[in-house]
């Protein structure tokens, strides 16, 4: 197969971590990307890391190909991916189902929500994924 075919079946994707409303990018964060395969298997695509803008470099995701979605009963014309974001002092974020067209590069923005201070120091509630959990310096 030549590059050029193998260049439209895939896309890419670049995932943007902030927070604040967007204003603070997050560098540092953990990007986890996995997708399910033919036999139901997930399977993980790689893990990255944000640069000092918050942004992954473009990860490059295989998709279908165009022409096998043009006629009714076809597949769908995009893959499907998961992705999953931390970064310490920031409660984890999961986002589902993603599409990713062929030949498009896709941003996937990731808003995180800083952990309250009084959780530092302190054990946490259960339904809080903490992955890093040193101690805060006392200031």
Do not use: W
């Given at each position: 197969?030549?590059?050029?075919?193998?260049?439209?079946?895939?896309?890419?994707?670049?995932?943007?971590?902030?927070?604040?409303?967007?204003?603070?990018?997050?560098?540092?964060?953990r990007v986890i990307v996995r997708a399910e395969d033919e036999n139901g298997h997930i399977r993980t695509?790689?893990?990255?890391?944000?640069?000092?803008?918050?942004?992954?470099?473009?990860?490059?995701?295989?998709?279908?190909?165009?022409?096998?979605?043009?006629?009714?009963?076809?597949?769908?014309?995009?893959?499907?991916?998961?992705?999953?974001?931390?970064?310490?002092?920031?409660?984890?974020?999961?986002?589902?189902?993603?599409?990713?067209?062929?030949?498009?590069?896709?941003?996937?923005?990731?808003?995180?929500?800083?952990?309250?201070?009084?959780?530092?120091?302190?054990?946490?509630?259960?339904?809080?994924?903490?992955?890093?959990?040193?101690?805060?310096?006392?200031?």
């Amino acid at each position: 197969m030549d590059t050029l075919q193998n260049d439209k079946n895939t896309g890419k994707l670049v995932v943007q971590v902030s927070a604040a409303s967007g204003a603070v990018p997050i560098e540092g964060a953990r990007v986890i990307v996995r997708a399910e395969d033919e036999n139901g298997h997930i399977r993980t695509l790689g893990i990255f890391t944000t640069d000092n803008s918050g942004i992954t470099e473009p990860i490059s995701i295989a998709t279908p190909s165009v022409s096998e979605s043009l006629s009714p009963g076809g597949k769908k014309p995009y893959s499907e991916i998961t992705t999953e974001v931390t970064a310490d002092g920031y409660f984890s974020a999961v986002n589902l189902n993603i599409p990713i067209y062929p030949g498009i590069t896709s941003i996937q923005p990731v808003p995180l929500i800083p952990l309250p201070d009084s959780l530092y120091g302190s054990q946490p509630p259960s339904d809080v994924v903490i992955h890093n959990d040193e101690q805060r310096p006392n200031l």
